[in-house]
């Protein structure tokens, strides 16, 4: 497992980006799949978006797509979100999540190994 520190939230008005990012600890994270999900007050958490280990590949929840967009720098042990065009809808906490092993996409909570304790994203209509 790796551990998993998000930054970067705060509070923006509708129409407007942040920049989210998800720090790890440990050398072997360049290998790990990476994950964003998000969990608004009264809800269940849901994805937002995954990239590969070699950010080749990603995918997006329909709700981001266009809007959103996953990175990230292995040198920096360090996956990125890219928010823009926010909309009240967008708020809630952001964690970022890491699982090992063949990529794949996956959109479920319980397909990763580690999480981190999530940042909060407020947007203001």
């Known amino acids: 497992q790796v551990q998993l520190v998000e930054s970067g939230g705060g509070l923006v008005q509708a129409g407007g980006s942040l920049r989210l990012s998800c720090a790890a600890s440990?050398?072997?994270?360049?290998?790990?799949?990476v994950g964003w999900f998000r969990q608004a007050p009264g809800k269940e958490r849901e994805f937002v978006a995954v990239?590969?280990?070699?950010?080749?590949?990603?995918y997006y929840a329909d709700s981001v797509k266009g809007r959103f967009t996953i990175s990230r720098d292995n040198a920096k042990n360090t996956v990125y979100l890219q928010m823009n065009s926010l909309k009240p809808a967008d708020t809630g906490r952001y964690y970022c999540?890491?699982?090992?092993?063949?990529?794949?996409?996956?959109?479920?909570?319980?397909?990763?190994?580690?999480w981190g304790q999530g940042t909060q994203v407020a947007v203001s209509s």
């Open positions: 999540a890491a699982r090992g092993g063949v990529y794949v996409p996956s959109q479920q909570t319980h397909e990763y190994d580690s």
């Open positions: 990239i590969s280990w070699s950010g080749s590949d990603t």
């Open positions: 440990g050398q072997t994270f360049k290998w790990y799949t």
